[in-house]
């Protein structure tokens, strides 16, 4: 029972954004991952930047509320040629890490790259691409996947901070998650938990190309 309650973890992701905010809610114990939640918060309807930002943090507060968390997981590190949406991008982020840490709630942030590494071994992949393998190795059906990539992206968030629970993946030496796993002696046998999840779905895909 102890052992239960110790690799248990509630993750919540968060795509940050100005106009819709993914957010998706992970429940993990082991091996299992169940997705209690996730969607794409809209806040496009609302004037001003400033009134968005407050709802999307009341939004926080009651998901935060609802599921209780053990970490917020973040995307950081966004770059965009107009300043302007740069900055706006950083408002939203504070807002999110602001919310978790107003109920103490720990954050975790990822860098895009780093994200869709963990995802589909491509640190480049689009984000088509992502939604694409979460759907797949996460078995959700059609019907069940939200129109908004923002969702899917904020499901890649919390899972490559479960993935990063088992298995951390490095952005730097290596060119994608398989690279990494060769540089380092490991194969599908050796390894367990989240890790061995995604080197079999890594395995299935280069088989379907």
């Given at each position: 029972?102890?052992?239960?309650?110790v690799n248990?973890?509630?993750?919540?992701?968060?795509?940050?954004?100005?106009?819709?905010?993914?957010?998706?809610?992970?429940?993990?114990?082991?091996?299992?991952?169940?997705?209690?939640?996730?969607?794409?918060?809209?806040?496009?309807?609302?004037?001003?930047?400033?009134?968005?930002l407050q709802?999307?943090?009341?939004?926080?507060?009651?998901?935060?509320?609802?599921?209780?968390?053990?970490?917020?997981?973040?995307?950081?590190?966004?770059?965009?040629?107009?300043?302007?949406?740069?900055?706006?991008?950083?408002?939203?982020?504070?807002?999110?890490?602001?919310?978790?840490?107003?109920?103490?709630?720990?954050?975790?942030?990822?860098?895009?790259?780093?994200?869709?590494?963990?995802?589909?071994?491509?640190?480049?992949?689009?984000?088509?691409?992502?939604?694409?393998?979460?759907?797949?190795?996460?078995?959700?059906?059609?019907?069940?996947?939200?129109?908004?990539?923002?969702?899917?992206?904020?499901?890649?968030?919390?899972?490559?901070?479960?993935?990063?629970?088992?298995?951390?993946?490095?952005?730097?030496?290596?060119?994608?998650?398989?690279?990494?796993?060769?540089?380092?002696?490991?194969?599908?046998?050796?390894?367990?938990?989240?890790?061995?999840?995604?080197?079999?779905?890594?395995?299935?895909?280069?088989?379907?190309?």
């Amino acid at each position: 029972m102890q052992d239960r309650l110790v690799n248990e973890h509630i993750i919540l992701g968060v795509d940050p954004g100005t106009l819709f905010m993914g957010y998706a809610v992970l429940k993990t114990c082991g091996q299992k991952v169940e997705i209690l939640e996730f969607g794409a918060y809209d806040v496009h309807k609302l004037e001003g930047q400033y009134p968005r930002l407050q709802k999307e943090f009341f939004f926080l507060q009651e998901i935060i509320d609802k599921y209780h968390p053990t970490s917020l997981a973040i995307e950081t590190q966004f770059v965009d040629k107009n300043p302007q949406t740069m900055i706006k991008i950083v408002h939203a982020q504070g807002v999110a890490i602001a919310a978790a840490l107003s109920k103490d709630v720990p954050v975790y942030e990822y860098s895009p790259m780093k994200i869709k590494m963990a995802i589909t071994g491509n640190g480049h992949s689009s984000k088509e691409q992502v939604a694409g393998m979460l759907q797949r190795f996460m078995h959700i059906p059609d019907e069940q996947m939200p129109k908004k990539l923002d969702a899917t992206d904020a499901l890649a968030i919390a899972y490559c901070h479960y993935l990063q629970l088992g298995m951390p993946v490095s952005e730097g030496g290596a060119k994608d998650w398989t690279t990494f796993a060769k540089r380092k002696g490991l194969t599908d046998k050796g390894l367990t938990g989240p890790a061995a999840q995604l080197m079999a779905v890594l395995a299935t895909a280069k088989k379907k190309k």
